[in-house]
């Protein structure tokens, strides 16, 4: 059973960071994609950020020098190190697994608020 499950969401104070991680198990890990996507209320999900095995990473434009994607290949974790946080940052972020021969999974969610 494939499941992807996030933490480390809450509130965050503007200008302060939060640091999300995603525990996955049932997937070959190493041959995936990992990324994280977002999405806040009333808009479309929204990519964040994505990081290859061995380790080529992209971000969104919104986030580029304020979040860093890293994957733990001996653990099987994604995390997502959020710093500069703002209101903008304010969703449910989503882990992801995505390989073009295996498929696409998706974890619950996490909700990450940002607020003074």
């Known amino acids: 059973q494939v499941q992807l499950v996030e933490s480390g969401g809450g509130l965050g104070q503007p200008g302060g960071s939060l640091r999300l991680s995603c525990a996955t198990s049932g997937i070959i890990f190493s041959r995936y994609v990992m990324g994280w996507y977002r999405q806040a209320p009333g808009k479309q999900r929204e990519l964040v950020a994505t990081i290859t095995n061995p380790g080529t990473t992209n971000y969104a434009d919104s986030v580029k020098g304020r979040f860093t994607i890293s994957r733990d290949n001996a653990k099987n974790t994604v995390s997502l190190q959020m710093n500069s946080l703002n209101s903008e940052d304010t969703a449910v972020y989503y882990c992801?697994?995505?390989?073009?021969?295996?498929?696409?999974?998706w974890g619950q969610g996490t909700q990450v608020t940002v607020s003074s």
């Open positions: 992801n697994a995505n390989s073009h021969w295996l498929g696409t999974h």
